[in-house]
């Protein structure tokens, strides 16, 4: 009840402060227009925004143990958030300035008019993808490789029973999770990006295609992905997989293919929506006309007219669909049916070792251990929309 | 009596690359009581900006860096929010150029009437929407007690336009802003816009501001003409010595765009073999016949105007020519050679000799695509020529088009004007090396001196390649200015046609008599002496609805 009276006492008073600051901004800087004119809205943000950057400061210097012992897992996360913040604002900055230095002309002038967020997402994709193609050289131990003890927890202080040949500990039966942390990045976001780029092919191949020649063919595909949309998608994934693992066993195929193909179709559907849509668009402008009445054929007009053209969404929805497929294959190896162990895979590891969040509130580090493959999954998540974002704003203001 | 609107030493930035640029270069502007100040100047003159800058208002990314906007003495660009909210609206109003666009599709069109009044307490919903009505009954929109019950998109463009002026005038503003306000309007539709907006602002003695690009609309309206260049004042004239006697070479030069005229060719040989034949042609787009036995001739290297208001046919035409849309009925034959009515029959030679030139140069080339693409990808695909053997023909059809090989080859269509996009268009035509090309409405989207150098470009090239044209258009000074031959069409029928002169003296056939007397002349008693000589029932839709 108290928490209440709190949050009621403080909003209240935020908002008795919006209004004194505008008023005191009107004396203060006899009425210029921008507190003039300024909405009480803006100056409740203004205000609201003080309080919690205020707020931030004092709890961060909050003790990281309370009276009782116990740890004080909000201010430890919380300490972790900011500092990781800031270090990442330093490296994307670095990068952005390293990038403004050295490389060529063109180069050079991309990373000029780049903002901080895109050189942050660029930064983490680049680390991915140089840790993903030289796991086998990275990794201190193999992937599948069974060191002995168990659950050694991260940190590698031997009094809270860690190891310092295992900075990040080891899972319950006694795997290296550095390892495979990074042999995860291999796995998932490897097999991630193969899906996504089949699923692009096939939708957006047809997408066009329908959106090109329309009539009974539309009528067609649109109905049959209608179809295949309508079908929740993560059970029908699953559906398809336990169909497939039987296959798999009698054909010898692994399994993982079945998985790439299966995931790509089912999202192959909602970039055919996309590509059919985006396509409609450019088929009625003037220049498509020309191109069919110059003779052009279907090729041509697809790939060299309509596609350049339909470029900018495409590359946003790509962004957002690598995403997902990434996250449907950690939610189908989280489930059991995706990736299959000893391959490492972050989904898998979050499911492995997810009871050890239960134990947050009183050993921090303890319950890290799973957050360590959510966090990689959602930091590449918000790398690579952080690019596509960019990518969209420059081409779009090309087109100006 | 003092000024209503004084504007003095105005200066606005606009935004671009990051560093703010003029757009307005220390203008200023007196403006009476009741009195109308013309505007007008080619895109990007500043006119609109002006016209918004009249209100203290600014598009993003663009601010007022010097100058005082004073009405009724109080200066609206240091004006706060709040004293601005009370005056626009109430004492200043906008009319936009396109009506549609600017009406919400979601609203009856009275209750956006009355919103304004409503808001700014000058009256309750009740009294104001009967005022809206008798407002409509003023500017003779039909069913006036009806008309304000119905939304947007159930009302004709021309009745919008006035449903706008009369929301403008829906708090008794003392001055009203119009924005091209016919710009997008059939010549017979504009000519009753134009007439309902003069008598209207005369009746209650509002001020106004009215943009345009088109001279002869603004001697109907206005009392002063400014004329703008590039964000300066070129000058400043009351209407009559303006039009009579323009002080500035630019001014004239404005005027004389209006006297272009290709001299007229020798009558055709009638022995002779049309270019391109129509052959009573009917069309329909599914069940609904849009062309009724459409017939005419275009000979080699002659011009055929084909003249109507949007919706009479004139596009559909030249869909069934380049076979886009095959016809129901009737054939086309190009040069004595029936041609398959479905261009995907045609092979690619018959398809070479007949091209086509586009209204909206922004969705005819491919933004994607650099100049030397668009024009280099006919070239190879028909004369089969690649690598410094395209180039070098790429070259030479830029430079017909009187454009910089080197400066414009590696561009993209964005970087160019909008009258050197339409020379690209011409130049993609011309690539494949037609005997007959195809213009619909080439100049309708440019200003007038663009459009007279594009006429004189596609003139010279007629004079050089023996080109014949079929120019689709719905400007009479057009014509007037190419054609050779003319074809009058209307709801989908060929009503006249004939030889240029034969067209413009009479006796015409009555729609063609009501186009050519709807088009505004540069003589300021034009409107009014049009009026008492057929009267205000006998112009427009009211007269188009009479045949």
Redesign the interface.
């Given at each position: 009840m108290s928490g209440l009276l709190w949050f009621v006492a403080i909003v209240l008073s935020i908002a008795l402060g919006a209004h004194v600051f505008r008023f005191a901004g009107q004396k203060l800087t006899g009425n210029a227009p921008k507190f003039r004119d300024m909405s009480y809205g803006v100056a409740f943000g203004y205000v609201l925004g003080a309080f919690l950057l205020f707020w931030s400061v004092w709890y961060y210097f909050q003790p990281k143990v309370l009276d009782t012992g116990v740890p004080n897992a909000g201010v430890v996360f919380f300490r972790w958030a900011v500092q990781g913040f800031i270090i990442a604002s330093i490296a994307a900055f670095l990068f952005r300035l390293f990038g403004r230095v050295v490389g060529t002309d063109g180069s050079r002038k991309l990373f000029r008019s780049m903002p901080l967020t895109a050189s942050f997402g660029i930064l983490v994709i680049l680390i991915y993808a140089i840790i993903a193609v030289f796991a086998g050289q990275i990794a201190p131990y193999g992937q599948a490789e069974i060191l002995g003890a168990a659950n050694v927890m991260a940190g590698g202080d031997p009094a809270i029973g860690g190891d310092p040949a295992y900075p990040l500990g080891t899972d319950q039966i006694g795997r290296d999770i550095l390892s495979r942390l990074i042999y995860g990045a291999q796995n998932t976001v490897g097999i991630a990006f193969i899906t996504t780029l089949l699923a692009f092919f096939i939708g957006g191949s047809l997408g066009f295609l329908a959106a090109t020649l329309q009539g009974w063919l539309d009528q067609l595909l649109s109905r049959s992905v209608d179809v295949l949309m309508a079908i929740p998608s993560l059970i029908f994934a699953l559906l398809l997989m336990t169909i497939a693992s039987v296959w798999a066993d009698r054909l010898g195929i692994p399994l993982t293919i079945f998985m790439v193909l299966i995931i790509a179709v089912i999202d192959s559907t909602r970039v055919y929506r996309l590509a059919r849509a985006v396509g409609l668009n450019i088929v009625v402008m003037d220049y498509i006309e020309a191109a069919k009445l110059r003779g052009e054929g279907l090729g041509y007009l697809v790939f060299k007219e309509i596609l350049p053209n339909a470029m900018a969404p495409l590359l946003a929805e790509f962004g957002l669909r690598f995403c997902f497929v990434f996250l449907t294959i950690a939610a189908l190896s989280f489930l059991g049916v995706g990736i299959q162990p000893p391959l490492a895979d972050w989904g898998t590891m979050v499911k492995d070792l997810a009871p050890f969040i239960n134990f947050a509130a009183f050993a921090p580090t303890v319950a890290a251990a799973p957050l360590l493959a959510a966090g990689a999954i959602a930091l590449l998540t918000v790398a690579v929309n952080f690019v596509v974002d960019w990518m969209l704003h420059k081409s779009s203001g090309l087109k100006e | 009596m003092s000024s209503l609107l004084k504007i003095r030493g105005l200066k606005i930035d606009g935004r671009s690359d990051e560093t703010w640029n003029p757009i307005i270069k220390g203008v200023d502007m007196d403006l009476k009581k009741g009195e109308v100040l013309g505007l007008i100047g080619e895109s990007g003159a500043g006119k609109s900006t002006i016209g918004l800058a009249a209100m203290g208002y600014t598009r993003d990314g663009v601010r007022i860096s010097e100058g005082t906007v004073e009405f009724d003495g109080i200066d609206l660009v240091?004006a706060?929010?709040?004293v601005k909210r009370n005056l626009l609206g109430k004492r200043i109003a906008y009319v936009a150029q396109s009506a549609a666009a600017s009406f919400n599709p979601a609203h009856k069109i009275i209750d956006q009437h009355t919103e304004a009044p409503v808001q700014h307490g000058v009256d309750n919903r009740a009294n104001s929407a009967a005022d809206g009505m008798e407002l409509y009954r003023k500017l003779r929109l039909p069913n006036p007690d009806e008309i304000g019950f119905r939304y947007p998109h159930q009302v004709s463009g021309g009745q919008l336009q006035r449903a706008m002026t009369a929301m403008a005038m829906s708090c008794r503003p003392d001055l009203i802003i119009f924005d091209e306000p016919t710009t997008a309007l059939d010549v017979t539709t504009q000519i009753e816009v134009l007439a309902a907006i003069r008598e209207i602002v005369e009746e209650f003695d509002t001020a106004a501001i009215y943009i345009t690009h088109d001279l002869a609309v603004v001697a109907q309206m206005a009392d002063r003409i400014k004329v703008l260049l590039r964000g300066d004042e070129v000058e400043e004239a009351d209407t009559r010595t303006m039009l009579s006697n323009p002080q500035e070479d630019y001014t004239k030069s404005l005027w004389a765009v209006r006297a272009f005229e290709r001299p007229a060719k020798p009558a055709v040989n009638t022995g002779s073999t049309p270019v391109v034949s129509v052959n009573g042609i009917t069309a329909a787009y599914g069940k609904t016949d849009v062309l009724h036995d459409v017939s005419f001739d275009i000979h080699a290297g002659r011009t055929v105007a084909v003249v109507g208001e949007s919706g009479s046919g004139k596009s559909t035409t030249a869909r069934c020519i380049?076979?886009?849309l095959p016809p129901r009925i009737g054939d086309i034959s190009f040069d004595g050679e029936v041609l398959p009515g479905n261009?995907k029959k045609?092979n690619?030679d018959q398809?070479r000799q007949a091209q086509?030139i586009?209204q909206?140069a922004d969705?005819?080339?491919?933004?994607?695509?650099t100049i030397g693409q668009i024009i280099g990808?006919?070239v190879q695909?028909?004369m089969g020529l690649t690598g410094a053997e395209r180039r070098k023909r790429v070259n030479e059809l830029l430079e017909q088009i009187e454009l910089e090989p080197d400066t414009y080859f590696n561009r993209?269509p964005?970087e160019l004007s909008g009258g050197q996009k339409q020379r690209i268009g011409i130049a993609?035509a011309l690539a494949?090396e037609p005997k007959f090309i195809i213009c619909d409405e080439v100049t309708s989207a440019l200003d007038q001196l663009v459009a007279e150098g594009i006429l004189r470009l596609l003139g010279d090239l007629q004079d050089k390649l023996g080109l014949s044209y079929m120019f689709i258009t719905h400007d009479l000074a057009t014509v007037k200015a190419i054609a050779d031959e003319v074809v009058v069409m209307k709801d989908g029928k060929v009503v006249e046609q004939g030889p240029k002169l034969d067209m413009f003296t009479p006796p015409h056939h009555a729609y063609t008599d009501l186009l050519l007397s709807s088009v505004p002349e540069m003589d300021p008693d034009w409107l009014t002496d049009l009026l008492q000589e057929r009267g205000v029932d006998n112009i427009g839709d009211a007269a188009v609805g009479k045949m």
């Open positions: - | 240091t706060s929010a709040a380049t076979g886009l261009y045609r690619k398809l086509m586009y909206m969705t005819a080339l491919n933004p994607r695509k990808r006919p695909f028909y993209l964005s993609r494949a």
